[in-house]
């Protein structure tokens, strides 16, 4: 069992003010992790990326040298993996090599980058909100989550929010399992995805990505997805300037929306969506129903 939680807005909000208190209501959904993607308050030029990548002392020289520039500790200074940030400029396709270079680095991931940024470590959301405190989370949409893990290792790089490099500024959260796995992974990585984690989440961002850079709109992608996953899930996903959430065709894993005043919120549960919302009337998706918002 895990928590979802995403918030859309038509304006600039505090993103990661109102997903850390959605989540803190979901908590009882999961200790094991918890994260945000923050989107629409990193301002970066065209080719310009922000990276946030974790990394030791004796690795941080090598990242620098990969990147071709100096990074600054950006969040967790006290840790032993403390998270680096800086805007790096490069196509993407020069970029996602830099990415499987730093990757390969031990006790060395890159956590996010391109026009969001996420926040995410073991342990609870009173955790997260110590980390991101005296830091702007203003943007105009975000996903979160809780993790109680049922499979792959629990660590901040295997926490959600989840973000693929197949395509930019993609990343999700996901309640439940995807049990047809192994088999989306396979007709992925045959049309030359590279998977990185044994995480059933992972697949989801590569088929939603897969589809999206073929062409289909979210709204389809997200469809296709309920048709070809099997197992009980439900999930959130985030693109530069989209919200959708899908559900599972057996209405196994719960899914819930709210709309007030220019926010739509989605969440596993409706105490997460007053929290964001306050009063606002709640919807609860069907078995198989998804929903997007925003345009590209």
């Given amino acids: 069992m895990c928590g979802i939680a995403g918030i859309y807005s038509e304006n600039v909000i505090d993103v990661g003010g109102v997903l850390t208190r959605m989540l803190e209501s979901l908590q009882h959904r999961g200790l094991d992790s918890a994260g945000i993607a923050v989107y629409g308050g990193i ?12 990394a030791q002392n004796d690795t941080i020289g090598k990242v620098e040298s990969i990147v071709g520039q100096s990074l600054s500790i950006k ?12 805007k790096i400029k490069s196509s993407f396709e020069e970029l ?3 990415i499987n270079e730093i ?15 996420i926040i995410k470590d073991t342990g609870s959301v009173r955790k997260l909100k110590k980390t991101i405190k005296g830091h702007n989370t203003e943007g105009t949409h975000g996903i ?27 990343s999700v959260v996901h309640n439940g399992q995807i049990t047809n796995y192994e088999n989306i992974k396979t007709t992925l990585e045959n049309k030359g995805h590279e998977f990185k984690t044994d995480n059933d989440t992972e697949c989801i961002v590569h088929y939603i990505s897969d589809k999206l850079n073929i062409g289909y709109s979210l709204d389809e992608a997200l469809e296709m997805s309920i048709n070809d996953m099997d197992g009980p899930f439900s999930y959130i996903i985030s693109t530069k300037n989209e919200l959708g959430i899908a559900k599972d065709p057996l209405g196994l894993r ?9 926010l739509t919120a989605f ?12 009063d606002a009337e709640i919807e609860y ?6 929903r997007a918002i925003g345009s590209e």
Avoid: C, W
């Avoid at 998706?285 to 998804?290: A, F, I, M, V």
């Fill in 43 to 54: 301002n970066t030029k065209k080719d310009e990326h922000y990276l946030l990548v974790e």
């Fill in 75 to 86: 969040y967790m200074e006290s840790s032993s993996n403390p998270i680096y940030s800086g």
């Fill in 96 to 98: 996602k090599k830099k």
């Fill in 103 to 117: 990757n390969k680095l031990p006790k060395t991931n890159v956590i996010s980058v391109g026009s969001l940024y």
């Fill in 144 to 170: 979160g989550h809780v993790r109680f893990s049922t499979e792959s290792v629990v660590d901040r790089y295997h926490a959600h929010p989840f973000q693929s490099h197949i395509k930019q500024d993609i």
């Fill in 254 to 262: 719960p899914g819930v929306i709210g709309e007030k005043n220019g």
């Fill in 267 to 278: 969440a596993s549960e409706e105490t997460a969506i007053h929290q964001a919302l306050g």
């Fill in 285 to 290: 998706l069907k078995p198989g129903e998804h």
